[in-house]
Structure formats: structure tokens, C-alpha cells
T-cell receptor, first 112, second 113 residues
Framework: DAGITQSPRHKVTETGTPVTLRCHQT?????MYWYRQDPGHGLRLIHY???????DKGEVSDGYSVSRSKTEDFLLTLESATSSQTSVYFC???????????FGPGTRLTVL | SQQGEEDPQALSIQEGENATMNCSYK?????LQWYRQNSGRGLVHLIL?????REKHSGRLRVTLDTSKKSSSLLITASRAADTASYFC?????????????FGQGTRLTINP
């Protein structure tokens, strides 16, 4: 699992509230990613980071922001959650030595 | 855009039989990765095969890659009930300087006891 943890693992929130999901890695990987997984859409890239304070948008970044103040932590924030953001969110890192992408256990978010 | 397409979408076999899943992709790649996902769980990396490799083994898994046909297959031999899961192929795609993975929709494998 490449030492990736996500928190919380499950969250139920109401429309309009802010939500922050945390991804933590212990192996000093430079690249980190946030994906969402939805039926019929597979996994889609939300944001990614290529170093501390270096982040950029993915395919479905509207409504999301990210921050990376430390190598080990990559935060995904929904400023004002909407029902369309109900999904399972996965964090991932890339092991550049092997080109392998490893995923965290996921966070199941429900926005009511 | 979807790079990898798995076939079949669903597969049901008896325990002990072999399971074969196929993946086709559209553009040139330098590697292809297979993942397993149990229902409601995370994605587990199974194997990575590079474009200069034709076949790779890991335990009961055998992956082949045919770059001329832009296709890959995953064979699970002597299947077990614990192999019941969805299986995805994923190919790297450059996105604004980052390397993201593009996943297919997956093959849902059911192993019947």
C-alpha cells in the first residue's frame, strides 16, 4: 500500500458545508494525486501535486481545491459540498523508481 | 477519455478454473498496469508490464502485452473464491506534465464455489 492512509474513511455531510479530506504518505514520494470514482465514469483525476506547494488541476477540478504544505500530506477541500460530489475519493502516489501508482484505501463521501 | 477497455465486462466461473480478461487501449504506452478492487474497497496494484515486455508472471497471474494490437490480457490460474473482484487495466497518460492513469471500466469477476 506504499504507506498511504486517508482520513476520514467515511463521511456524511450536508450540501453547502466545507469538507477536507486528507491523504498521508510515509515514503517521501514527490507526486500525489486525488481521483474520484463513480459508477459509469471510472476513476477521474481531480488534482495532483508534483511537490510541496506545487499543485495543478486535473480533469474534474471544479468545486475542489488542494494544498500541500508538507511532502507527506495532500489535502483535498470541497469549499461548499454539493450532492454531485458524493463519490469515493482515492489518493495515489507514483513510485518513480518503478512507475507504479499506488492507491490509498479511499474515502466514501456522501453529500445530502 | 477512456484509454483502456476491458473485456468481458463480467465473467463468472467455477473455483479452480482459469479466468482471462482482456484490455485494449488506443495510444502508444510505455507501460500498462493491472489493478484489483474488491467491492467497496481500494485499488490493489497487481502487476506492471512495460512496453518492451511481452509476458510477465506474478504468482497465479500472467499478463501479456501485444503493443502491435494495443491489447493486454490478464490470466488468473486456478481461481479461488477470494479472487472475486473487479479488475482494471490502466495506462499512463500525460496530463499537463503529470502522469495520470487512465482506467477502463473494469471486468467484474465472480468465482463460484
Amino acid at each position: 500500500d506504499a504507506g498511504i492512509t486517508q482520513s476520514p474513511r467515511h463521511k456524511v455531510t450536508e450540501t453547502g458545508t466545507p469538507v477536507t479530506l486528507r491523504c498521508h504518505q510515509t515514503e517521501n514520494h514527490r507526486y500525489m494525486y486525488w481521483y474520484r470514482q463513480d459508477p459509469g465514469h471510472g476513476l477521474r483525476l481531480i488534482h495532483y501535486s508534483y511537490g510541496v506547494k506545487d499543485t495543478d488541476k486535473g480533469e474534474v477540478s471544479d468545486g475542489y481545491s488542494v494544498s500541500r504544505s508538507k511532502t507527506e500530506d495532500f489535502l483535498l477541500t470541497l469549499e461548499s459540498a454539493t450532492s454531485s460530489q458524493t463519490s469515493v475519493y482515492f489518493c495515489a502516489i507514483v513510485d518513480r523508481d518503478t512507475d507504479t501508482q499506488y492507491f490509498g484505501p479511499g474515502t466514501r463521501l456522501t453529500v445530502l | 477519455s477512456q484509454q483502456g477497455e476491458e473485456d468481458p465486462q463480467a465473467l463468472s466461473i467455477q473455483e479452480g478454473e482459469n479466468a482471462t480478461m482482456n484490455c485494449s487501449y488506443k495510444t502508444s504506452i510505455n507501460n500498462l498496469q493491472w489493478y484489483r478492487q474488491n467491492s467497496g474497497r481500494g485499488l490493489v496494484h497487481l502487476i506492471l508490464i512495460r512496453s518492451n515486455e511481452r509476458e510477465k508472471h506474478s504468482g497465479r497471474l500472467r499478463v501479456t502485452l501485444d503493443t502491435s494490437k494495443k491489447s493486454s490480457s490478464l490470466l488468473i490460474t486456478a481461481s479461488r473464491a477470494a479472487d472475486t473482484a473487479s479488475y482494471f487495466c490502466a495506462t499512463p497518460s500525460s496530463f499537463q506534465g503529470a502522469q495520470k492513469l487512465v482506467f477502463g471500466q473494469g471486468t467484474r469477476l465472480t468465482i463460484n464455489p
